[in-house]
């Protein structure tokens, strides 16, 4: 079982900066691959970073050199580094996990574990 909470959303500006945060709660935590993902209205839940168990990274084209995901292994804190963001990065972003065998990168988790989403918005 993986209980996520994900933190740090908000309304910025077009080219400033954000991090968000998704704590874990769970006794198995480093077992999980763990992603981000981000819905906008109207949209397909997407894939924007995924971070495997040893520690490969993959970014959807559209974030990457923009967007950096990494983990705090030991608090359990998973973290997107949002710099540079536009208009079209506005969105629900959410966290969600599942295991290495399961785990498809991009691909949002069909079985995995989600937190709820925190909200962020770039205007222009």
């Known amino acids: 079982q993986l209980r996520l909470v994900e933190s740090g959303g908000g309304s910025v500006q077009a080219g400033e900066s954000l991090r968000l945060s998704c704590v874990g709660e769970?006794?198995?935590?480093?077992?999980?691959?763990m992603g981000w993902y981000r819905q906008a209205p109207g949209k397909e839940r997407e894939g924007v970073a995924s971070?495997?168990?040893?520690?490969?990274?993959t970014y959807a084209d559209s974030v990457k050199g923009r967007f950096t995901i990494s983990q705090d292994k030991a608090n359990k804190i998973l973290y997107l580094q949002m710099n540079s963001l536009k208009p079209e990065d506005t969105g629900t972003y959410y966290c969600?996990?599942?295991?290495?065998?399961?785990?498809?990168?991009?691909?949002?988790?069909?079985?995995?574990?989600w937190g709820q989403g925190t909200q962020v918005n770039v205007s222009s």
């Open positions: 971070l495997e168990t040893d520690g490969t990274t």
């Open positions: 969600a996990g599942d295991l290495p065998g399961l785990w498809e990168r991009l691909l949002p988790p069909k079985f995995g574990y």
């Open positions: 769970g006794y198995t935590y480093s077992s999980y691959c």
